[in-house]
C-alpha cells in the first residue's frame, strides 16, 4: 500500500508572519506564485526547507510555513549546501537577491553552481540595494544615480545569467514578477530539475528603482523587449510586427518576419544543448538592443553533488562494511604494554 | 668500502663496543626540507614506541612546501624524546643531533647539549652549501664546536651511494635514500630494532622494488657503519617505560580529533558533516576524515572559510553532527557564522588548531594566542563554551565531551588545539569503543495535524532545565519553523526587536553557557592544596608546565598546578582554589590572554610567562620562572 499524501493547498504554506515588504513591492507575487507550485509538487511539507541571505527578498522563509534559515549576507548557498549534502531527502529552496547573491555571496554561488548541488535558486533581480535604502546593486546598469552613486554609477553591470551559464549551471531560466503564468510555469520546471535550478526573477522595487523593468513590464511596449522562449521553437517575438532572432555567421541580429524571411530561417531554441554556447548567447541579450528571452535557457542533465557524495558514502559502506571503531583504532603500528 | 662491506650480514667491529643505558635521550634530525626528516623522526618514534619507551615528539618544518635547497630557510627538523619513565614534553635539550647540511647544522646546534652527540653528513659541507647556510670557514674545523661536542664526521652520501650502488638508479635517486642511511646509524646508536622499518619499506613501496631494495640497504648501511666504525665505540640503550597495562598506539593530535569527532558522531547515532577549508596546521583532520566515509562521514571541502562555517550551520539545522576546523586567519573569517550559530543556538563544533599570528603569521609554528579570539571574535555578546585539549591523545576524549556539550546545550562549541598538538605524538591507550559514554540526543516528536488540519503551535525557542532550545529537524511534521540570525522573540522564535526581549534573549544565552559549569568536572591540582605558588596552563603546554612543576616539588618548593581543560566557563571551584595560594603564575604561548582573564575575573595579580617565538615552552624556562617568583 503507497501512503496517500494528504492534499495541501497555497493557505498550507502561509505562515503566521506578518509581511512587512512594502505595499506592491513584487516580491509579494513570487511569494503568490511559490504557494500556489509548493503544493503540487508531491513533497510532504515537512520535506521543504526554504534558506535566505540578508536583504529584502530574504526575508521570504519567514512568510513560508515550512522549515526556514534566514542566514547571513551571502552565504545562503553555502548553508544549502550544508543541509542538502547531509539531508537529500529535503527539497531545499534558496531565495537571495541581487546584491547577496551577486556582490557579496559571488563566490558561494558560483561554486553551488559548478558543483550542480541539488538546490532550486530564485534570485530576485530589482537592480538596487533596497533593505538599505537604495544604493546601486551589481546589477544597476551603468550611470544610475542612487544615494551612494548620487554622480551616476561607473560600475558595469554584472549579468546573473551570464554568471550562471559561465559557472556551468545546469538549470538557468528568467522569469519576471507581473507575469503570473510565466513565473508558476518556471518555479515548477525550477522545481522538478535534478541539481541546481537557478532562476533569475525581474523584480519590481518599487520604492527605489520602479523604472528598471518599465520596459519589460509596460502592456503598450512589452512585446517588442522581451522574447518567450521556448524549446524546439524558433526565437519569435514583436508587439506589433512580428520579429525574429537570426544569427548571420557567430552574431545575432533582428529581422522582420515575412518578405521572404520565414521562421525557417531563424534561430531556434534548444533548452537541452550540451554546449553552453546558444545559452549563453541568449544571456547576452539587453535592452535596447535585443529583447530580452523570459524561459528557460539551459535544462541538461549532469551528475548532482550531494548524489555523488552519498554515492561515495554507499560505495564505501558496501566495499569496507560500516565502519568498525575498534578495528580504526586497532590499524597499523600497535604494542602490548604487560 | 665497497657495497659487499656495508650488505655483510655480520661485519666486524674495528673495535670491542661498549654498551650503556641511559634513562631517556631527546634526538633531532635535520637537514633541507627535501631530505626526509620527517620521515626519519617519525620511523625512529614509532619503532621506540612499539619498543615501549614513552615518547613525544616536536615536528619543526618550514611554512614553503621546497625553499631553495641548502638554504637556512629550508631547514625541517623532526625532535623526539624516548624514555624509560613518563615523559610529557620533548624534551629542552637535544642530546644527539643528525645535520645533514650546513644550514641545519646552523640553525640547530645552538640547542645541542654539551658534551652532546653531533652526526654531520660531510659530503654536503662543500663551499657552495658553507656559503648558503652563512659559514666563512667550515665550522667541522672549528676547534671550538670540536671540543664542545662529540662530533662524529660521516661522508654519508658517498657511504650511502655505495650502499646502494648496483641497482641502476641515478645519482638523484640513489642520494634520496641517505636519510634512512642516516636512521640506520641513529638505530645502531640507540640500540633500536630496525625490522619494523623493514616492513614498512616493504610495503610502502612495493609497487617499486629497486627503491625497496635501496632503501633497505641503505638501512643496513648505515646500522652496519655504526656497528663497525672505530668511530664509534658506545651504543645506548633506553629500557621500556613502565606505563599503564593495556594495548597502545602512537597518535597526533590531529587524527586524535578526527577520530574523536568521528567516534562522537557514532555515540549520538549521528552522521558526521565535516566542512572545512585547506590550511596548515589543520588540513589533516580534513584529510582523516575524508578517508572514513565508510563511518558514514561526509566532508565538504568548501570554497572559503566562511563557506565551510555556512555548511555546517546548514549541516547542524539539518540535524548533523556538524564540524569545522581551522586555524587563525579562517576562524577570522568565520566569526560571522559562528555568530550565527550562536544567535540559532545549534549545536557544532569549531576546531581552532592555533599557529603564531596575527595575520599569515606563522602558519606551522605553534601559538596558544587565539584564547580571546575564541571569547571574543564576534560581534554582540556572543558566548560559546570553549575546551582546550592538553595533548595529542587528549584530543580523542576532550573531542567527545564537546561533542555532548553541544548538543546537550545547543551551542557551538570551540575547541582548541596548537600545531603542537596537532602534528606532535604521543603513545596513546587504545579504548575499548563499547566503553565510550553514548551521547544522547533528543529530537522533539512530530505532530501530525489534528481534525482541523493544524499541529499545535512548536515552540522552538522554550528552553528546557539547562537553558537548550529543542532540535527539531526538517522533515519532522508539525514542527515547521524558521530561525535565522535576527533577534528572536523568547519562547516561540519569532523575529523580535523589542527592548526588553534582546535583553531577555542576551542573558538566556549567557546564562546557558555559565551554567555549563555545574555539568563539567571540577578543577584538580596537582600539588599541595594551598602554598606559596599556584601554576595555572592551558592547552599545549601541559607537559611543560607538569614537568617543570613535578621538578619544583620533587626539590622541596611550595609549588602547585591547575591545569585548564575547560575555558569557558571555567569550573566553578577555580575561583575558591587561585585564593588558597599567595601567587598565581601563568605561563602562555601570549602575550598574556588567559592572565588578563583569570585576573579580570578572580581579582588576583596573576603573572605571566610568555613566550612568543612559535616553540613550545622548555621546562627550565619555567622552573627557572617559579624559582624567581618564589624568591621575590
Known amino acids: 500500500m503507497t501512503a496517500t499524501l494528504p492534499v495541501l493547498t497555497p493557505k498550507d504554506f502561509a505562515s503566521d508572519q506578518e509581511i512587512r515588504w512594502c505595499p506592491r513591492c513584487g516580491d509579494y507575487s513570487i511569494l503568490a ?57 529535503l527539497q531545499v529552496w534558496v531565495i537571495t537577491g541581487d546584491g547577496d547573491a551577486l556582490s557579496i555571496g559571488g563566490n558561494h554561488l558560483m561554486h553551488m553552481l559548478r558543483r550542480n548541488v541539488n538546490l532550486k535558486v530564485i534570485l530576485f533581480n530589482n537592480q538596487i540595494y533596497g533593505l538599505t535604502k537604495g544604493q546601486y546593486s551589481p546589477t544597476s546598469p551603468v550611470g544610475v544615480k542612487t544615494k551612494s552613486s548620487p554622480y551616476g554609477s561607473v560600475d558595469n553591470a554584472l549579468s ?73 521553437k524558433p526565437l519569435t517575438f514583436g508587439q506589433t510586427v512580428k520579429k525574429g532572432i537570426r544569427l548571420n555567421g557567430a552574431t545575432p541580429e533582428v529581422v522582420d518576419l515575412g518578405k521572404g524571411m520565414s521562421e525557417d530561417d531563424l534561430l531556434f531554441h534548444d533548452e537541452k544543448s550540451a554546449d553552453p554556447s546558444l545559452a549563453f548567447l541568449l544571456s547576452r541579450f539587453k535592452h535596447p538592443v535585443f529583447p530580452e528571452p523570459l524561459g528557460i535557457f539551459r535544462n541538461v542533465v549532469a551528475p548532482v553533488y550531494d548524489d555523488q557524495v552519498n554515492k561515495q558514502l554507499e560505495a564505501e559502506v558496501a566495499k569496507k562494511g560500516t565502519g568498525d571503531f575498534d578495528k580504526l583504532f586497532h590499524s597499523g603500528d600497535t604494542w602490548v604494554v604487560e | 668500502m665497497s657495497s659487499t662491506d656495508v650488505l655483510s650480514p655480520e661485519p666486524t667491529p674495528a673495535a670491542p663496543k661498549r654498551r650503556e643505558e641511559r634513562d631517556s635521550v631527546v634526538i633531532r634530525f635535520c637537514g633541507d626540507s627535501g631530505d626526509g626528516m620527517q620521515l626519519v623522526g617519525t620511523q625512529f618514534t ?110 654519508m652520501t658517498r657511504l650511502n651511494r655505495d650502499a646502494v650502488s648496483g641497482l641502476g638508479l641515478s645519482m638523484k635517486d640513489q642520494d634520496r635514500s641517505r636519510n634512512l642511511f642516516a636512521l640506520g646509524l641513529v638505530y645502531w646508536l640507540y640500540d633500536r630494532d630496525r625490522t619494523p622499518t623493514e616492513e614498512w619499506i616493504q610495503d610502502k613501496f612495493k609497487k617499486k622494488p629497486d627503491v625497496v631494495e635501496a632503501n633497505l640497504r641503505a638501512l643496513r648501511g648505515g646500522f652496519n657503519y655504526g656497528f663497525s666504525t672505530e668511530s664509534f665505540t658506545t651504543h645506548y640503550a633506553v629500557p621500556k617505560a613502565k606505563l599503564a597495562p593495556g594495548k597502545y598506539r602512537k597518535i597526533t593530535g590531529n587524527e586524535a580529533v578526527a577520530w574523536g ?56 539545522f539539518a540535524g548533523e553532527i556538524a564540524v569545522t576546523a581551522s586555524s587563525g586567519p579562517g576562524i577570522c573569517l568565520k566569526g560571522e557564522a559562528m555568530g550565527l550559530g550562536v544567535m540559532t543556538e545549534l549545536p557544532m563544533i569549531i576546531v581552532n588548531v592555533q599557529r603564531g599570528g596575527p595575520s599569515t603569521g606563522l602558519p606551522t609554528k605553534t601559538e596558544q594566542s587565539d584564547l580571546l579570539l575564541s571569547f571574543y571574535g564576534r560581534n554582540g555578546d556572543s558566548p560559546v563554551p570553549i575546551v582546550a585539549a592538553s595533548s595529542p591523545g587528549d584530543c580523542f576524549h576532550l573531542m567527545i565531551e564537546a561533542v555532548r556539550m553541544a548538543v546537550d546545550f545547543m551551542t557551538p562549541v570551540v575547541f582548541l588545539s596548537d600545531g603542537y598538538i596537532a602534528n606532535g605524538s604521543e603513545p596513546w591507550s587504545i579504548p575499548n569503543f563499547a566503553d565510550l559514554k553514548p551521547i544522547e540526543v533528543k529530537h522533539p516528536a512530530g505532530r501530525p495535524a489534528d481534525a482541523e488540519g493544524t499541529a499545535d503551535d512548536f515552540l522552538p525557542y522554550l528552553r528546557n532545565e539547562k537553558g537548550a532550545r529543542p532540535w527539531a529537524i526538517p522533515g519532522t511534521p508539525g514542527l515547521e519553523h524558521r530561525i535565522g540570525g535576527l533577534e528572536k522573540a523568547d519562547i516561540t522564535g519569532n523575529v523580535d526587536y523589542s527592548a526588553n526581549n534582546h535583553h531577555k534573549m ?45 621538578q619544583s616539588l620533587k626539590n622541596g618548593k611550595s609549588v602547585a598546578h591547575a591545569h585548564l581543560r575547560y575555558m569557558n566557563p571555567f569550573p566553578k571551584n577555580l575561583g575558591e582554589i587561585v585564593k588558597r595560594y599567595e601567587k598565581v603564575l601563568i605561563p602562555e604561548l601570549n602575550a598574556g590572554q588567559l592572565s588578563l582573564l583569570i585576573r579580570g575575573k578572580f581579582l588576583v595579580d596573576a603573572q605571566g610567562l610568555n613566550k612568543l617565538q612559535g616553540k613550545p615552552f622548555l621546562v627550565s624556562e619555567v622552573v627557572r620562572k617559579i624559582d624567581e617568583m618564589l624568591e621575590s
Open chain 1, 160 to 232: 546573473p545569467l551570464c554568471y550562471a551559464i559561465g559557472s556551468e549551471a545546469t538549470f538557468v531560466a528568467r522569469s519576471i514578477d507581473v507575469d503570473i503564468k510565466h513565473l508558476t510555469m518556471v518555479l515548477e520546471r525550477a522545481a522538478q530539475h535534478q541539481g541546481t535550478a537557478f532562476v533569475e526573477v525581474y523584480q519590481d522595487c518599487n520604492v527605489f528603482n520602479h523604472d528598471a523593468f518599465l520596459y519589460a513590464t509596460d502592456k503598450n511596449v512589452k512585446g517588442d523587449h522581451i522574447l518567450y522562449l521556448e524549446h524546439g
Open chain 2, 506 to 550: 542576551v542573558m538566556n544565552r549567557i546564562n546557558k553557557v555559565a551554567g555549563i559549569a555545574n555539568y563539567i568536572p571540577l578543577q584538580t591540582v596537582e600539588g599541595p592544596e594551598s602554598g606559596k605558588l599556584l601554576v595555572i596552563s592551558w592547552g599545549g603546554t601541559f607537559g611543560a608546565v607538569r614537568t617543570a612543576v613535578q
Open chain 2, 261 to 316: 569527532l568521528a567516534a562522537a558522531a557514532r555515540l549520538a547515532g549521528k552522521s558526521l558533516f565535516f566542512g572545512g577549508y585547506p590550511i596548515t596546521p589543520a588540513s589533516d583532520i580534513l584529510h582523516t576524515l575524508s578517508e572514513l566515509k565508510h563511518f558514514g562521514i561526509r566532508t565538504f571541502q568548501a570554497e572559503d572559510e566562511i563557506a565551510a562555517m555556512a555548511s555546517v550551520c546548514g549541516a547542524a
Open chain 1, 33 to 89: 506564485q511559490m504557494k500556489k507550485v509548493l503544493p503540487t509538487l508531491g513533497i510532504p511539507k515537512e520535506n521543504f526547507v526554504f534558506v535566505s541571505g540578508i536583504g529584502c527578498s530574504s526575508r521570504f522563509p519567514y512568510y513560508v510555513d515550512t522549515y526556514g534559515f534566514h542566514s547571513i549576507h551571502g552565504r545562503a548557498p553555502a548553508i544549502a549546501t550544508g543541509i542538502k549534502t547531509s539531508r537529500p531527502d
Open chain 2, 46 to 155: 614509532n619503532v621506540s614506541a612499539s619498543f615501549g619507551n614513552d615518547v613525544s615528539t616536536l615536528p619543526d618544518f618550514p611554512a614553503e612546501i621546497r625553499a631553495p635547497q641548502g638554504t637556512l630557510a629550508g631547514v625541517s627538523g623532526f625532535q623526539l624524546n624516548f624514555s624509560s619513565h613518563d615523559i610529557f614534553t620533548p624534551g629542552d635539550e637535544v642530546d644527539t643531533l643528525v645535520a645533514m647540511n650546513p644550514a641545519a647544522l646552523k640553525t640547530n646546534l645552538p640547542d645541542l647539549k654539551r658534551g652532546g652527540t653531533l652526526i654531520v653528513n660531510t659530503d654536503e659541507f662543500d663551499k657552495g652549501n658553507l656559503q648558503k647556510a652563512g659559514y666563512a670557514t667550515s665550522p667541522l674545523e672549528d676547534g671550538d664546536i670540536l671540543s664542545k661536542y662529540q662530533i662524529h664526521k660521516v661522508a
